[in-house]
């Protein structure tokens, strides 16, 4: 309970804080205290606990250190309070002292990021309430300051989602088991269910199962439309099987994805595929990258890949690395996404025999996963953020083709690769090229080298973001580019001139567009065909706006402004893709609108 002197120096503050926010007193003058219901919240989490010591990171004018101390008293503890800004300290003194709770409350004056390094205590709570662009490096500081198991607190998570990076989760409701499309008197739960998350931040969307049999897809349909239909802004979201999963051949695989892309209609197209076994590699990891990035692209979709990080069954543990290794391949193809299995460790069994995840199992601490997934996304959040706003051409392999990838071949932006490496190609807007290299050695640093084609600036993206020169040296046909990539390492670089088309692999057909630009319709012409082709229509994105089936080794198609679902197209530049059973070839097309 709270005695009347506590009582009485929370309503002050609470009156206070309600006059400056009226009075439109600026955020840095104002206490910026927490609401009166996390007060509470703190008080009932503090209390019950004996000998509680808890950190405050942000005291204020002490509004909730009131709260943390009249908790601890009951049953012992004590709050330690930092607070950089002298007037505030002032008046948390004063406060703390007409609560009558100097005895559980101490102030640490000073910039937090000099005085906690210096703390010698460790605790049992941490409240964070500082700023909010702050909040990762002061939670770093307060890791080393903990008890296991401790709670962190950290105010304003939710309202300032933006500016914290907050983790966005999707969510499996059993209760969907109860929703049926032909019952509409099962429609109000679906209508509780979709309110109980589709307002909060953290909240991405609606996992509906892992791995799911091509026999459970009508179920997955039904669901998937009800979702859309009552909740658009918030996809359902399945993880399919892989190329490693019951699949006899590659075939039979691209027809599980195709099935589950054309009936489920999903928002976006995702797999798992772990080729790292103990004693040896499967061999097929580009073959499953290359197969969901082409059926994502036949059906318009965006695709992620979930990655293996712990050991489990016949699967090894994955170092740096590895690790490196797999993200560099999915991002060469374009992905749009990156999953890390697992999080949490799963409970300990005598079946798959479960390493360490990211969270340990039962203590919830951090492991040395959690590090190196936390490192290596530093690098990969600003380089994806590029990425997503390219398109992507083509991915070829030099030094060497794995299952299910393409050869390199020397075309009209790199004329040589000496090294083995994966090579992504992209361009932006304005037909910029753009060149992802990976070293795909997981196991070795490799020294690539390229010979670009005609005379090109480089720049190189760097670890956190920009864009710096890098050297090339002139040779006979352009520029050369020397690359030191650690293992399973990658960068991107950006190149100047533009780039009108580009083929892959041993595909010799031609395309040309015309007119181009193109205003009423375009024709497209293809010659040196080989085998059944396929002529797609991408945005700036990469995402497809229009595709054919075409037949014969000359094929021609008319496109007339509009997308596949009927639409007009907006003016602007688009790629035209054509694939053959050999490689593809593709051209830059500029639309300047139908009447």
Known sequence: MLDDRVRAVLARLEE??????????????????????????LFA??????????????????????????????????????????LKCEAWRRNISDAGLDDWAELVEGDAFQTLPAIADVFDIVFLDAEKDDYERLFQ????????????????????????????????????????ENDPSTYPLLDRIVGAYKDDPAFLGYYLGDEPREETFPQLAEWFRLLRAHDPAHPGWNNLLGRAGPFATHDAWIAYLRAYASQVQPAVLSTDHYDHLV?????????????????????????????????HGPYREVDDALLRWQVAQWLSYGCRGIGYFTYWTPAPDSIEHWGEGMIRYATGERTSHYDQVRTLNLRVKPLGEELAGLAWLTTEHSGGTPIGGTAFTADSLVAAVDGRATLGIFADAAGTPYLFVANRDSSAAQAITLDLVGERKVEH????????????????????VELSLAAGDFTLLKLSGGCPGLSSGACAATLDAAPNPGATSVRFAATRVSGASTLMLLDLNGRRIWARALDGEAPVAVWDGRADDGTRVRPGFYWARLTDANGSVVRRVAWLGSR
């Open 16 to 41: 206070e804080d309600r006059r400056e926010r009226e009075e439109g007193l600026s955020a840095e003058v104002r206490a910026r205290q927490v609401a009166r219901t996390t007060g509470q919240f």
């Open 45 to 86: 989490l503090v209390s019950p606990q004996w000998d509680c010591e808890v950190l405050e990171i942000g005291g204020s004018r002490g509004y909730s250190t009131i709260w943390l101390a009249a908790g601890v008293r009951h049953l012992g503890g004590r709050v330690l309070s930092l607070e950089h800004d002298p």
């Open 141 to 180: 500081l307060a890791r080393a300051k903990v008890e296991p198991a401790t709670v962190f607190v950290a105010d304003n998570v939710l309202s300032h989602a933006d500016t914290l990076g907050v983790v966005r989760n999707l969510l499996l409701d059993m209760r969907l088991d109860q929703v049926h």
């Open 279 to 311: 004693t040896r590699d499967r061999g097929q990891f580009i073959e499953n990258v290359a197969g969901t990035a082409q059926v994502a692209r036949e059906y318009g979709l965006p695709f992620w890949g979930i990655l293996l990080v712990i050991r």
């Open 461 to 480: 993206f760097g670890d956190g973001g920009g864009w710096d020169p890098w050297p090339s040296t002139p040779t006979a046909q352009g520029r050369r």
